[in-house]
Structure formats: structure tokens, C-alpha cells
């Protein structure tokens, strides 16, 4: 099941991929376009096809594929220099896949996993500097499962502790394991 999973994925990624070109290309106009309740509207009617927007300086800043208004497809955005700041995937209006973006200097910022807009698997978060930040897990419902750990930018651990069962076990900083609610809970 999860092979037929990743192999839809895989397929419409590609068809998406190779549509998009086809598909016509409008630049963001205040005057003509509107969200109503998420949904993105061109004169009137919900909007299909790609958004552009871009700098002062007629450099490109973002690429939105829409599909009867919602979010379907990649969506880039870039620095006024061209250099790749982010690049994120959508289903439906719903976050899906790999999403990645960068600082300005060229280093990772994050690196994240969605599947119909939850986090899911290993999601990492870095400083400017490139020092790892933090390196977190989360299982098939979004919830943060397994290690969490964090860092100052000095490289200096800040805190590392386990999520089993929804309750954190370990290092968390300056604080105790447990928060209010675990400690209500326990009567401590």
C-alpha cells in the first residue's frame, strides 16, 4: 500500500511538473485578484494557472501553481538576487512532500516533511551561520514523536529529550522533563 502511495505521488509530481509549463502565466495584480476563505480568485472566478510576482527590479520573486484557486503544484520563491529561498509543494491547498528553503547567504534554513498538511518524519531547522538548530521527529499524525533535539548557535546543545506517548523525557533546557500540564497531571 504505501509503494502505490509514493508511486502516486511520484506520477503526479511528474504530470504536474510537465503541465505547469503548458499552464498560462499571470503576475500578481492587487486590482484583479482576491482570497476569499483561502481560495484564490482572478476576476471574479477562483484562479487557475501560474502566479508570478517579482521585485522593483523586475527580478522573478515567486511561482504559484493554482488550481481552481487552491494551491496545487510546486510554489518557489527566489531573493532579489536569484539565488533559491524556498521551494515547497502543495496538494489541494494542503501542504505535501519535501519542503526546503534557504538563507540568503546559501545555507539551509529547514528541510521539512508534509503529508496533507502535517509534519511527518525528520525536520531539521539551521542558523544563518549553518550551525543545525534543530533536528525534530514527528510520526504519521503530526504529532512530535522520538528525539528532539536543539542547539545554540554556538553548537552547544540547549536541549534533548525523547516524545513517547506525548509525554518528553530528557534534557529541555533550563526547565524541568515535564510541562504545566504533564505536572498537573502527576500532582508534582
Not at 495584480?29 to 477562483?46: A, C, E, R, W
Not at 487557475?48 to 488550481?67: A, I
Not at 503544484?73 to 491547498?93: H, V
Not at 534533548?160 to 506525548?166: Q, S
Request: glycine content about 10%; aromatic content about 20%; overall charge positive.
Amino acid at each position: 500500500m504505501k509503494f502505490y502511495h509514493w508511486l502516486f505521488l511520484f506520477l503526479s509530481h511528474i504530470l504536474l511538473f510537465t503541465c505547469e509549463k503548458s499552464q498560462p502565466h499571470f503576475k500578481w495584480d492587487d486590482k484583479t485578484f482576491s482570497y476569499q476563505q483561502d481560495i484564490l480568485f482572478y476576476q471574479g472566478k477562483p484562479f487557475s494557472g501560474v502566479l508570478d510576482t517579482f521585485f522593483p527590479n523586475h527580478q522573478k520573486s515567486s511561482e504559484r501553481v493554482y488550481n481552481q484557486g487552491k494551491l496545487e503544484g510546486w510554489e518557489t520563491q527566489w531573493y532579489e538576487n536569484g539565488r533559491l529561498s524556498e521551494k515547497r509543494f502543495y496538494q489541494n491547498n494542503q501542504k505535501f512532500g519535501h519542503h526546503i528553503a534557504f538563507w540568503g547567504n546559501g545555507q539551509k534554513r529547514f528541510d521539512y516533511h508534509f503529508v496533507e498538511d502535517m509534519p511527518v518524519g525528520e525536520h531539521k531547522q539551521w542558523y544563518q551561520s549553518g550551525q543545525l538548530f534543530s533536528l525534530c521527529h514527528y510520526n504519521k499524525q503530526g504529532q512530535p514523536a522520538g528525539r528532539q533535539s536543539f542547539w545554540y548557535e554556538n553548537g552547544k546543545l540547549k536541549a534533548n529529550f525523547e516524545v513517547v506517548e506525548g509525554r518528553r523525557f530528557g534534557l529541555l533546557g533550563a526547565k524541568g522533563c515535564m510541562g504545566e500540564n504533564e505536572k498537573l497531571q502527576t500532582g508534582l
